[in-house]
């Protein structure tokens, strides 16, 4: 088994170098700035690390295109020199890079089988102003699984993927209770408690929170995560990344 080298650029966007390969979560690497919109997002942090420092990207893994927090200008322009970007069908039919894959549709490249999993992103019934987004599952013999949940606000949508996987190494969890009032109080990601209750069905997996900071509509800090995890005395199962810091993650 591999070790899988882990940089935080920032937000909701990962470089992981998985069983020989290399893949990116939702790039944005923006400067701090306005997105003007029906709902306008206000990014506060930058990107800890230029696009080109994780250096030749094999796989993009897109949750979703229709978020600036997801995918940002720069963003946009890094997708075509990767050669392979994986989203939805939806995201398929406004970018022409993206091969898009329906939930628990499989891709495989070199040995690692990903396949896009259900994600929520919000309450029951949340698809029809967000929109459609995916989580993934990356797995390769003898190496860990790693579930990257996407913007998912559903313990159940977890614990149906831990149906299927009941062996995920590590998780990482977009947290940060996103929320731009359009579903009340009901928040469009996972929250301290939510991420928590994830965590308990997704067994020993290590715990990797991802965007969960640098923007104005995410709702709880991330120390209130790390505080969650604390009182509930699995701290041990949390792996908190710092932004621009290279590090080992299973």
Same mark, same amino acid.
């Given at each position: 088994? /591999?070790?899988?080298?882990? @940089?935080?650029?920032?937000?909701?966007?990962?470089?992981?170098?998985?069983?020989?390969?290399?893949?990116?979560?939702?790039? /944005?690497?923006? %400067?701090?700035?306005?997105?003007?919109?029906?709902?306008? @997002?206000?990014?506060?942090?930058?990107?800890? #690390?230029?696009?080109?420092?994780?250096?030749?990207?094999?796989? #993009?893994?897109?949750?979703?295109?229709?978020?600036?927090?997801?995918?940002?200008?720069?963003?946009? %322009?890094?997708?075509?020199? #990767?050669?392979?970007?994986?989203?939805?069908?939806?995201?398929? /039919? !406004?970018?022409?890079?993206?091969?898009? @894959?329906?939930?628990?549709?499989?891709?495989?490249i070199g040995a690692v089988t990903i396949t896009a999993v259900p994600a929520l992103h919000g309450p029951e019934g949340a698809e029809a102003l967000s929109g459609a987004v995916t989580g993934?599952?990356?797995?390769? %013999?003898?190496?860990?699984? #790693?579930?990257?949940?996407?913007?998912?606000?559903?313990?159940?949508?977890? =614990?149906?993927?831990? &149906?299927?996987?009941?062996?995920?190494?590590?998780?990482?969890?977009?947290?940060?209770?996103?929320?731009? &009032? !359009?579903? &009340?109080?009901?928040?469009?990601?996972?929250?301290?408690?939510?991420?928590? *209750?994830?965590? %308990?069905? @997704?067994?020993?997996?290590?715990?990797?929170?991802?965007?969960?900071?640098?923007?104005?509509?995410?709702? *709880?800090?991330?120390?209130?995560?790390?505080?969650?995890?604390?009182?509930? &005395?699995?701290?041990? =199962?949390? =792996?908190?990344? /710092?932004?621009?810091?290279?590090?080992?993650?299973?």
């Open positions: 088994m /591999t070790q899988i080298s882990a @940089l935080l650029v920032g937000g909701p966007t990962l470089h992981l170098t998985y069983a020989g390969l290399s893949f990116l979560t939702d790039p /944005t690497f923006d %400067e701090p700035g306005d997105y003007p919109g029906p709902i306008t @997002l206000y990014k506060f942090t930058g990107p800890a #690390v230029p696009a080109s420092a994780p250096g030749a990207i094999d796989v #993009v893994l897109l949750s979703h295109d229709q978020h600036d927090d997801n995918l940002d200008h720069a963003g946009r %322009e890094l997708l075509p020199v #990767v050669p392979l970007v994986l989203g939805t069908a939806d995201s398929a /039919t !406004r970018i022409p890079q993206v091969t898009g @894959l329906a939930p628990w549709q499989q891709h495989r993934f599952v990356l797995e390769a %013999e003898g190496e860990s699984t #790693v579930y990257v949940s996407g913007d998912n606000a559903s313990v159940d949508v977890v =614990r149906e993927i831990a &149906g299927r996987f009941p062996r995920i190494d590590v998780a990482v969890l977009f947290a940060g209770a996103a929320n731009v &009032g !359009r579903f &009340g109080d009901a928040d469009l990601t996972l929250n301290a408690r939510t991420a928590l *209750e994830a965590a %308990e069905v @997704l067994s020993d997996a290590v715990i990797v929170p991802v965007h969960a900071e640098g923007w104005f509509h995410f709702s *709880e800090t991330r120390e209130r995560l790390i505080g969650m995890f604390a009182y509930a &005395g699995r701290s041990d =199962r949390l =792996r908190v990344l /710092t932004a621009g810091e290279r590090t080992t993650i299973g």
